[in-house]
């Protein structure tokens, strides 16, 4: 079955850094773009930001331009987010998913939190 375990959340003032893991299994991670996804609290899940299969190209929300990085590993089926000069609006639970046609399908998995305040 399908499984994503996040993990990496925490406290961080605001300028601070913070590094989130993604371990994925179940389906081709090889094979599928993947992405960052971020609830905020009171909101809807958000896209944050995408990776192609062979990690060439990625594309970020505004609010994540210059500040965060996403990248995978096709060897290991994981994926990170890290994410520097972080601000109080970047509070919220983060979670990875595939996207197959521009849409997730799979079941989403716990998330990992990430506060961030001063």
């Known amino acids: 079955q399908v499984q994503f375990v996040e993990s990496g959340g925490g406290s961080a003032q605001p300028g601070g850094s913070l590094r989130l893991s993604c371990a994925a299994s179940g389906f081709s991670f090889s094979s599928s773009v993947m992405a960052w996804f971020r609830q905020a609290p009171g909101k809807e899940r958000e896209l944050v930001t995408t990776?192609?299969?062979?990690?060439?190209?990625?594309n970020y929300a505004d609010s994540a331009k210059g500040r965060f990085t996403i990248s995978r590993d096709n060897y290991k089926n994981t994926m990170s987010l890290q994410m520097n000069n972080l601000k109080p609006d970047d509070t919220g639970v983060y979670f990875c998913?595939?996207?197959?046609?521009?849409?997730?399908?799979?079941?989403w998995g716990q998330g990992t939190h990430v506060t961030v305040s001063s």
């Open positions: 990776v192609t299969t062979t990690d060439d190209k990625r």
């Open positions: 998913n595939a996207l197959v046609l521009g849409s997730t399908i799979y079941p």
